[in-house]
């Protein structure tokens, strides 16, 4: 082989051998962000196992990022977090994230979605009766359950469609219509008919998830979607450190 095409296939295996270099050695600091963004979330919800966390650096080069001091997204979820009166899976998406942890994120957004299964467990711990059933239909959940109308009648079937709402730091689940055979009526119609006021079936204090947060983690909103109730928190200006904050109470 002549020696210029011997040096410029030298030169194509070095720079080929660089680039590799630069490709492992991205991944290997994308992985180390990802495992520091594992624990911080860790400490922030106080999990035991930084591993039930899931995080995912997005963007461009991760040694790019960190060069330049944010990282573009980080896509964090947390399944089965115990929120008390049900599981719930936490979701968190991050954008610019500083890699100096005083300096604060500009762009937070987070919630918790509840699924079928888990509305319907936490519906059972505040319905003053036996759940049939819960059908997610946006804005609203329609509860199916068997109430006792009259000390002289069998319990009856009885659908409530109700829509959450905040009320501080509590979720609660307000009614709007009643469905009883082929009735539908409203709360203060289904109490002059049958006597029975629906905040005797539904307990209106609500259910509280302060404790299973930061105290820099407030409910802003909370909706139905296709499949889920979102519990969305607001997080303005917060730093990573801030985020760590202790969890706040459900006392009261």
Sequence with gaps: MPRRLVRV???????????????IADAIVRTEMERIAREEIAVALELDDPDEVDAEIEGGSA????????????AITVVDLDLGVADGT???????????????IPRVYSYIS???DSVVQLTGDFVDAPVVDVTL???ALRVELEATLST??????VTVVVEPVTRGSRIVLVPQTVEVGAWNLTPAEFEQRF?????????????CVADSVPTTMEIADVRVSNG????????EQRSVLQLQSPHGSCAG
């Excluded at 936490?90 to 604060?104: C, G, R, S, V």
């Excluded at 002289?152 to 079937?157: G, I, Y």
């Excluded at 006597?195 to 259910?207: C, E, I």
Aim: proline letters at 9%; aromatic letters at 6%; glycine letters at 10%.
């Design 9 to 23: 296939a030298l030169g194509l295996a070095g720079i080929g051998a660089l680039v590799g270099a630069t490709v």
């Design 90 to 104: 936490f979701h968190a998406e991050i954008y610019d994230l500083p890699t100096n942890p005083l300096t604060p």
């Design 63 to 74: 040694i790019l990022q960190l060069l330049l001091g944010s990282v573009d997204h980080v």
């Design 228 to 235: 889920a109730v979102l519990l969305v928190f607001a997080i």
């Design 152 to 157: 002289r009648s069998a319990p009856t079937d």
């Design 195 to 207: 006597g029975v006021p629906t905040s005797s079936l539904f307990d209106q204090t609500g259910f």
């Design 137 to 139: 239909q946006p804005p």
């Design 114 to 116: 509840l699924d079928h």
